[in-house]
């Protein structure tokens, strides 16, 4: 077993064995976060794998990036998408 594919397996016993958690891992402060998929960050398949977590299951997607930090989108728009109103959109 390469360095890979111990990352991938130990973060797929960590998630439970399911695929989808290890996308939508919030563990960012883990020192194998970003090589979570078996690829460094860098890479088109981290990539691709992103892009489609963003198109199959965006309420994740924005929840993963609230949870990690990584460019969070706007708290106002969240909160008017979540049927929440603040006081500025009343």
């Not at 290890?22 to 460094?40: E, I, K, Q």
């Amino acid at each position: 077993m390469n360095r890979s594919q111990a990352i991938k397996a130990h973060c797929l016993e960590c998630s439970g064995d399911s695929a989808k958690e290890v996308t939508l891992c919030v563990m960012s402060d883990c020192p194998l976060y970003p090589y979570r998929f078996g690829n460094s960050p860098g890479c088109r398949a981290y990539k691709r794998r992103m892009d489609n977590l963003k198109q199959r299951w965006p309420k994740d997607w924005e929840e993963l990036q609230l949870a990690t930090g990584e460019n969070p989108p706007d708290a106002k728009v969240l909160k008017q998408e979540n049927g929440i109103r603040s006081e500025e959109t009343q």
